[in-house]
Structures are given as C-alpha cells and as structure tokens.
C-alpha cells in the first residue's frame, strides 16, 4: 500500500484523463496531490519545470499533460502537436529522474501503433510498421515518451513506465467540433441535430472504420490499479516497453453513431461524406497483459454513453 500522505504530482489534472485520476486519487484517499494548470505552468517551459519540481519535490508522477486532439487538430497543427508534446514528456520526465521520484506513470496513446497490422494489437506490434499520416507528429512525440521512460528505466533504474489506452471518452471531454475526437463529437452532432430537429447529420469518413472506447473513469481505476501494484521492472522484464489499456471489444464508426442516437433519442439520418479521411481501418488493442496483471474495465460503451450524455447535457455550454 502507498502512504495516503505522499505528494503525487498530476499535470494535465483538468483534462478528460487528469480529471478522472484526480476523481480516482481522491476517493480512494490520497489529498496530497499537486495540481496547476496550463495558465500557471507551462509545461514547454523547462526551466519553470524544474523550478516546479524544487519547489514541490512531488514523490510520484503521473502524465495526463500533453497536446490532444481528433483526427482535423492533429493533421492541421503537426508542428505544435509535436513539439509541444516532445517538450512536455521531454521536461517531466527529466526532472523527474534528477528529483528521484520514486514512480511516473506516462500515457500515451494506442496512435503510437502501425496503421496497417495485426489486430487486436499486441505491445510488441510497436514500431513494426509506418505510422498513420493524419497523426505521425503527435504518435512520434508519444513514442519518444515510452522511449525516455523505458531508457532511464534501463539506464537509471529509474521506477518509469508508460500505459497506452485506447480511445477514451466521459465526463469532461472535449466537444469542440475542430478539435474533438470521434465519439464527442457525435454526441454534440446529434443532440443538436435533434434540439434543431434537423433530417440529417454529416459524418467524415464512411463510417466503416472500427474503434475501441474506453470510459475515462475505468481509465483512472486501471492507472490507480498499476499505481499501488505494478513497477517498472514488471513490466520491461517481459520485454516490452509499455502496457496497453482498454476493452478488448471495438465496432464500427457507423455502429456506434446508432448507439448514440438511441441514447439521445434522434430518429434521423446520417451520411457519411465519403471525401474525408477514414483514418486507420481499424485499432483493436490486445489486453491480455493487463488482464493477466489483474485488472478489467466495468463499464460497457451503452452505461458510459449514457453517462457522458448527461454530464454533456448538464455541463456543456454551447
Ligand atoms: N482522449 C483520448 O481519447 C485519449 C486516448 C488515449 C490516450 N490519451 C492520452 O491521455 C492524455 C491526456 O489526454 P486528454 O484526453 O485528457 O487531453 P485533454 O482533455 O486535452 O487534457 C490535456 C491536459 O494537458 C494540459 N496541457 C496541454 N498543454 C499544456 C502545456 N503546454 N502546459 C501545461 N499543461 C498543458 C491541459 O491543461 P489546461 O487544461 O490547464 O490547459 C489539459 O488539462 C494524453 O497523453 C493522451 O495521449 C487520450
């Protein structure tokens, strides 16, 4: 068992994944933690970095910082979503070497995969193949994230892994239609399309791509779970460098636009706009590693779709 008291230090604590580890945290007991946002730290900034980390002396870290984004952010910004993210791990994870804390977790994300290859995607599949255009910047910067905690592990010995979850999605996204990721934005689409009592929505793509979606709370409870029982050398010693997390079920994009517009109550139609990107066929994460480590998701897409419905409803202004 960790010490309730000890400082656990969470950049990114306001976004969809932060929020839900801070939720996490603090209901299972842990009220040491640190916690500042963009506006008051920047995370680029290397020097302010380590002045956080003097000042603070976090004992354990946990990555949910980074630039994210869906499939129109990604391919627009590629120098920011780079750049950004390569500075963000980059500092942390330094820093947290020299101040000797004594456990990082880092997330990254299941893009860091080959676009064409084997499903459902087991660890070892990384940097077997090219990467997905649309995303290449932002899977890079990720990459190099696994990579530094894997080498100060293997170099240091310092206690450093990375966990890479699938799509993840609930309360607190982001439904920003220029910015946001598949399953928000088709929240956002056909509630207003229903508000509006509009015939029909426009989809990108054809729809027949399929993903995996994780509810950002079992995400949390997944990372809590790693947190208190797992080290870094559990998990280089199987020879791989990171752990994937997620349901092990996924459907196609146009299968879950039917499951949102039965949860919203919208009776009309979709057409997908056959022009745009599909993006990568289809990305099924392999998650016997963490099963057999002890952990499985609880909630099912319909219970997590209703959930994020209602805090979307509630809390979002549009
Ligand atoms: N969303 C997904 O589907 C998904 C799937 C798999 C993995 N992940 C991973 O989970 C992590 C978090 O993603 P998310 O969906 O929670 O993203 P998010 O909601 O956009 O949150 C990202 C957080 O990072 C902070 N941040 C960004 N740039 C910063 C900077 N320069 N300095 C300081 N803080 C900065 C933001 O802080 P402010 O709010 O204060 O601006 C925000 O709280 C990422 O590593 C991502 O790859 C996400």
């Given at each position: 068992?960790?010490?309730?008291?000890?400082?656990?230090?969470?950049?990114?604590?306001?976004?969809?994944?932060?929020?839900?580890?801070?939720?996490?945290?603090?209901?299972?007991?842990?009220?040491?933690?640190?916690?500042?946002?963009?506006?008051?730290?920047?995370?680029?900034?290397?020097?302010?970095?380590?002045?956080?980390?003097?000042?603070?002396?976090?004992?354990?870290?946990?990555?949910?910082?980074?630039?994210?984004?869906?499939?129109?952010?990604?391919?627009?910004?590629?120098?920011?979503?780079?750049?950004?993210?390569?500075?963000?791990?980059?500092?942390?994870?330094?820093?947290?070497?020299?101040?000797?804390?004594?456990?990082?977790?880092?997330?990254?994300?299941?893009?860091?995969?080959?676009?064409?290859?084997?499903?459902?995607?087991k660890e070892?599949?990384?940097?077997?193949?090219?990467?997905?255009?649309?995303?290449?910047?932002?899977?890079?910067?990720?990459?190099?994230?696994?990579?530094?905690?894997?080498?100060?592990?293997?170099?240091?010995?310092?206690?450093?892994?990375?966990?890479?979850?699938?799509?993840?999605?609930?309360?607190?996204?982001?439904?920003?239609?220029?910015?946001?990721?598949?399953?928000?934005?088709?929240?956002?689409?056909?509630?207003?399309?229903?508000?509006?009592?509009?015939?029909?929505?426009?989809?990108?793509?054809?729809?027949?791509?399929?993903?995996?979606?994780?509810?950002?709370?079992?995400?949390?409870?997944?990372?809590?779970?790693?947190?208190?029982?797992?080290?870094?050398?559990?998990i280089?010693?199987k020879?791989i460098?990171h752990l994937n997390i997620?349901?092990?079920?996924?459907?196609?994009?146009?299968?879950?636009?039917?499951?949102?517009?039965?949860?919203?109550?919208?009776?009309?139609?979709?057409?997908?706009?056959?022009?745009?990107?599909?993006?990568?066929?289809?990305?099924?994460l392999d998650v016997s590693r963490i099963h057999q480590l002890?952990w499985?998701?609880?909630?099912?897409?319909?219970?997590?779709?209703?959930?994020?419905?209602?805090?979307?409803?509630?809390?979002?202004?549009?």
């Open positions: 068992m960790i010490d309730r008291e000890s400082k656990i230090y969470i950049p990114g604590h306001k976004g969809l994944v932060g929020s839900a580890i801070v939720r996490k945290f603090l209901s299972e007991g842990f009220s040491n933690l640190i916690l500042y946002d963009s506006k008051s730290f920047d995370l680029r900034d290397q020097k302010k970095v380590e002045e956080l980390f003097e000042t603070e002396s976090p004992e354990y870290v946990i990555i949910a910082a980074a630039k994210v984004g869906g499939i129109l952010a990604n391919n627009l910004f590629r120098a920011e979503f780079i750049y950004d993210n390569l500075m963000i791990e980059a500092n942390l994870i330094h820093n947290a070497f020299k101040h000797k804390v004594k456990k990082l977790i880092f997330l990254g994300s299941s893009c860091i995969y080959p676009k064409i290859t084997s499903q459902p995607i070892e599949q990384l940097l077997s193949g090219y990467l997905e255009k649309t995303n290449e910047p932002y899977a890079v910067a990720k990459i190099a994230g696994i990579k530094l905690c894997e080498n100060y592990f293997r170099q240091y010995d310092s206690n450093f892994y990375s966990v890479m979850p699938t799509n993840l999605y609930g309360p607190n996204d982001n439904f920003d239609l220029k910015s946001s990721h598949v399953l928000p934005a088709l929240i956002r689409k056909i509630h207003e399309a229903k508000e509006n009592n509009a015939d029909e929505i426009e989809v990108w793509g054809t729809g027949k791509p399929r993903r995996e979606f994780l509810y950002v709370d079992d995400l949390a409870d997944a990372i809590f779970y790693l947190f208190e029982n797992i080290d870094a050398r559990d280089y010693s020879n460098s997620g349901t092990g079920q996924d459907l196609s994009v146009s299968e879950l636009a039917e499951l949102i517009k039965k949860t919203v109550g919208y009776a009309g139609n979709i057409r997908y706009d056959v022009t745009k990107p599909d993006g990568t066929p289809r990305k099924l002890g499985k998701h609880k909630t099912s897409l319909e219970e997590g779709i209703k959930e994020t419905y209602e805090w979307f409803v509630n809390n979002y202004k549009l």
